[in-house]
């Protein structure tokens, strides 16, 4: 069985900190851990994905996330928030297989000026 | 490579009626899942298709159904429409059924029932 679970629903930073997106997952085996944006009415767009190479992984815009398997974690950051990185991320864990794809519960992040 | 497509992707229904809506994935991909989101709900996984054949479905009533073609492009239907169904449909296609294989996912298809 595998699960993930997005600790914070919302998180609210001022432009120009840093962000922090924290996501635990639980899986029998290793899985491949992914990380999607979705801005207002539009589909997920990936921002990056571990697949047990390196475990601190770099995405798009920015944003890295560092897989730790001691603490079962997979936090998405980013150094410096932008005012267009407002949106809802989802932390997503596959073992692949017949195991289909599990999504959190999506993070919302606010920008403020 | 063109993306995922959905068709339509605006639809307004009236309840018990019947809707089909379409996807088409990347060319190549071989895997199509379908996904309802609700802003109470949020994302949730309906049923994933691979060559055909049903993988995995999550838990819908029997209302809800899917298919796959041949060339991979799937269809699902919801019958007997009701309110809640109200909900933006999100397809998402991926080469294969591995764990490492991201989905890419196409503008949804936003489904209103009245």
């Known amino acids: 069985a595998q699960s993930v679970t997005q600790l914070d629903s919302h998180v609210s930073v001022s432009e120009g900190t840093p962000v922090l997106l924290r996501c635990n997952y639980s899986s029998s085996y290793s899985p491949s851990l992914f990380w999607y944006v979705q801005h207002p009415n539009k589909g997920l767009q990936l921002l990056l994905k571990?697949?047990?190479?390196?475990?601190l992984v770099k995405g798009i815009n920015g944003f890295e996330a560092e897989f730790k398997k001691s603490e079962t974690s997979f936090h998405l950051t980013k150094p410096s928030a932008h005012m267009s990185d407002a949106a809802e991320y989802f932390c997503?864990?596959?073992?692949?297989?017949?195991?289909?794809?599990?999504f959190g519960t999506g993070t919302k992040l606010q920008v403020i000026p | 490579k063109a993306g995922v497509t959905q068709t339509p992707r605006y639809l307004i229904k009236t309840r018990g009626q019947q809707v089909t809506l379409s996807c088409s994935p990347i060319?190549?991909?071989?895997?199509v899942s379908w996904y309802q989101q609700t802003p109470g709900q949020g994302l949730q996984f309906l049923f994933e298709y691979f060559s055909e054949t049903q993988r995995n479905k999550g838990n819908f009533p029997g209302r809800f159904s899917g298919r796959q073609f041949s060339n991979s492009r799937s269809e699902m239907n919801v019958s007997t429409l009701e309110l809640g169904d109200s909900a933006l449909y999100l397809c998402a296609s991926r080469p294969g059924t591995g764990g490492f294989y991201e989905q890419y996912f196409g503008p949804g298809t936003r489904l209103t029932v009245t």
């Open positions: 571990y697949t047990s190479a390196a475990t």
């Open positions: 060319s190549g991909h071989r895997s």
């Open positions: 997503v864990v596959n073992r692949g297989g017949y195991q289909k794809v599990t």
